[in-house]
């Protein structure tokens, strides 16, 4: 099966797409992360991926960041959300369906996501938000099981990944990180 990996980062994704080829399935990378603020962490990231994509052989597709947007269809009125609420949810949606879009014109079986890495993200949102878009194409797979999160670091040490420090938005700012400029 031909799967879509919606890629937050290379740390993340760097286990979801071994986990994917033990399964049998070719992967594309489309990294997809409208929510990243600034941009030059957005462009970190980036960098960090495409060295993975070339690293591991796969292809990687790229969603032109439009982060206004993102501001406008998800963030506005949650601003004041924790993370793991309303905001995220919102969040996951709009990356998700993007992934849902490309995966319908690139012509490709499946999509699914490397969120669920994260012990900081809610996996049972992101299934639900993943089925609701297409049940049938949708792989609910819970990448931190097996020691998934774990693996990641190591693979992102050993590869020599950039690796931060927040989800992205700049509303997942940390309270002990220094905020940059935005």
């Given amino acids: 099966m031909n799967v879509?990996?919606?890629?937050?980062?290379?740390?993340?994704?760097s286990h979801c797409v071994l986990a994917l080829h033990e399964r049998g399935h070719?992967?594309?990378?489309?990294?997809?992360?409208?929510?990243?603020?600034?941009h030059d962490e957005f462009l970190k990231r980036l960098d960090a991926v495409h060295l993975l994509a070339e690293r591991l052989r796969v292809p990687l597709l790229?969603?032109?960041p439009d982060h206004d947007a993102w501001l406008?269809?998800?963030?506005?009125?949650?601003?004041?959300e924790p993370e793991r609420g309303a905001r995220c949810a919102r969040c996951f949606r709009y990356s998700l369906s993007r992934t849902h879009e490309a995966m319908v014109a690139q012509?490709?079986?499946?999509?699914?996501?490397t969120l669920t890495v994260s012990p900081h993200k809610?996996?049972?949102?992101?299934?639900q938000v993943g089925r609701d878009l297409d049940a049938a194409r949708f792989l609910p797979i819970n990448f931190k099981r097996k020691d998934g999160f774990k693996h990641s670091i190591e693979f992102a040490k050993l590869l020599e990944l950039y690796r931060q420090n927040y989800c992205g938005c700049e509303f997942s700012?940390?309270?002990?990180?220094?905020?940059?400029?935005?």
């Fill in 26 to 38: 070719a992967v594309t990378l489309f990294y997809s992360n409208a929510n990243i603020a600034p």
């Fill in 4 to 13: 879509l990996l919606h890629t937050c980062c290379a740390p993340c994704a």
């Fill in 62 to 64: 790229i969603d032109e």
């Fill in 107 to 113: 012509g490709l079986d499946a999509f699914t996501t």
């Fill in 72 to 80: 406008r269809e998800v963030a506005h009125g949650l601003e004041q």
């Fill in 173 to 182: 700012y940390r309270s002990n990180i220094t905020v940059p400029k935005l």
């Fill in 122 to 127: 809610h996996t049972p949102t992101i299934f």
